[in-house]
């Protein structure tokens, strides 16, 4: 064989290798370790996590309003039909010692906190976003979770959807149960009548058209991290 | 004992090139490098834009414009972040070992920019552009290899750092906002990596077209000097040269 039928043969062989793996999902048999390297990082991820460490948003920066994009995993925007489904009500129950359930005028009674962070989400995108709510660490405090209740699972009306945090972003002091931006309640696109907004996680774990608050002892996995996003999906 | 006599007498003869540890890293890293380009430029394409939401982006020409799907790696986003994820620490662990081999090993001496590299470097290009006839003369790698070789590491060492500030702004928001935020570490992620493609495409093409040979030695470590660029005083793509006419050979 002549060194340049080789060479030639060469760069071939390596060509159809790199074509075959291109757009692909990889292989399955690696799959396995790239999990486990997966549930490292989220080791490594709740080491760097603090309370102290807080998203800002520069002085006077243009807030992303109408351009924010609207998400929702039902066919149509959720809407909570009070005729049938009776007044909307917060439940925040579980691994806790005093489960309490609250409407939209009891949230809009508990100290109110209002921000403008960013919104991470796991596309790659940013939005700056002004939400007003409580403070979950707030509501954590009124229900007094258990010493075992590790895990947060935030639920809601939209179809199944929900994700489950781990209870240190669920307390982080830039965790809020938003009920309202700009001064006004949210409408049905923003996640009404509450929502989930964080920028400690990415923005599929922060449920809108929230029902229920679970503190739990074990993770519940979570609309999208049982597809196959992370489950930590920290910032 | 061998004489002087003897040593000539040897056919061709054979001398490592290469570390075994630096062959080793060489295509550990070929491998991580390519999954993390090919995952990153998947992740890119789920938001193929630099701009805030809303917003408009100053100095990328083609924004909202995909990568082509058979240049990315992960068959979907959340493939494709699992995949970058676990790969980093390839990318990273590895080149601690070389940059650790090379700096107590000694080849960094190899490496480091000297005096006069500058001129070398002209003068490769001179040659490339047979604006001279002979090859200039060098050390293990000429004068363009070595400034890209130099080079390559700190390329790597900031892509690791701003893919970190992309995948922790709020929790290493310091290291963010050394980036000038999140929307410009993503970009300078991608004009890194970028940087790194151009190089890397250049790298192989020049393998082939100047110094197949290099392939033996970064893969058994072997390397006969007689084969040398500067030995063969080659140029790329040397070996399509005109051939000779076929007349019948004369001997004098």
Not at chain 1, 220 to 229: I, K
Not at chain 2, 44 to 56: D, L, S
Request: aromatic residues 14%; contains cysteine.
């Amino acid at each position: 064989m002549k060194r340049r039928d080789f060479f030639g043969g060469l760069a071939a062989a390596a060509g159809t290798g790199l074509i075959t793996a291109c757009n692909s999902d990889g292989p399955r048999g690696a799959m396995g370790l790239v999990k486990a390297v997966g549930r490292g990082n989220e080791r490594l991820e709740r080491a760097l996590f603090s309370f102290g460490h807080r998203d800002k948003v520069a002085r006077g920066a243009k807030i992303t309003g109408d351009a924010f994009p609207r998400y929702w995993i039902s066919p149509e925007v959720p809407v909570w039909d009070e005729s049938l489904r009776g007044v909307w009500h917060l439940d925040v129950v579980g691994a806790v010692r005093k489960p309490v359930r609250l409407t939209l005028d009891d949230l809009s009674k508990l100290p109110r906190f209002s921000q403008t962070v960013n919104h991470y989400c796991v596309e790659g995108w940013t939005a700056r976003a002004q939400f007003s709510g409580v403070r979950m660490s707030d509501l954590a405090k009124l229900v007094e979770p258990t010493n075992d209740a590790g895990y947060v699972d935030f639920q809601s009306f939209d179809k199944s959807y929900h994700e489950s945090w781990d209870i240190d972003s669920a307390i982080h002091p830039q965790t809020l149960i938003a009920y309202a931006t700009d001064g006004r309640y949210l409408n049905t696109v923003q996640g009404a009548p509450a929502r989930v907004h964080s920028p400690v996680k990415l923005g599929y774990k922060n449920t809108k058209y929230l029902t229920r608050i679970v503190f739990m002892p074990t993770r519940n996995g979570g609309y999208w991290s049982d597809l196959g996003y992370e489950w930590y999906g920290g910032v | 004992m061998t004489t002087a006599a003897q040593d000539e007498a040897k056919p061709s003869h054979s001398e490592a090139r290469h570390h075994w540890i630096v062959r080793v890293t060489h295509w550990v890293n070929a491998l991580a490098l390519l999954v993390m380009i090919g995952s990153g430029l998947r992740i890119f394409n789920a938001y193929p834009r630099f701009a805030v939401k809303g917003e408009t982006f100053c100095c990328y020409p083609w924004e909202g414009t995909p990568i082509p799907a058979w240049l990315t790696f992960g068959g979907w986003l959340g493939g494709a972040r699992n995949w970058h994820f676990a790969m980093m620490w390839v990318l990273f662990l590895n080149g601690l070992v070389y940059l650790g081999f090379v700096y107590l090993h000694g080849e960094w001496r190899d490496l480091v920019p000297r005096r006069g590299d500058l001129r070398d470097t002209w003068e490769m290009i001179k040659f490339y552009l047979f604006a001279r006839p002979d090859h200039p003369r060098q050390g293990k790698h000429n004068a363009l290899q070595k400034g890209t070789y130099f080079v390559l590491p700190y390329l790597g060492a900031a892509a690791v750092i701003s893919g970190v500030a992309i995948w922790k702004p709020v929790q290493l928001a310091w290291l963010t906002a050394l980036f000038g935020g999140y929307a410009w570490a993503r970009y300078w992620h991608f004009m890194i990596m970028m940087a790194l493609v151009v190089l890397s495409v250049v790298h192989v093409v020049m393998v082939f077209a100047v110094d197949p040979y290099s392939l033996r030695s970064m893969t058994t470590g072997g390397y006969n000097p007689e084969t040398s660029p500067e030995a063969r005083n080659a140029r790329p793509f040397w070996w399509r040269r005109p051939s000779l006419p076929s007349v019948p050979e004369q001997t004098p």
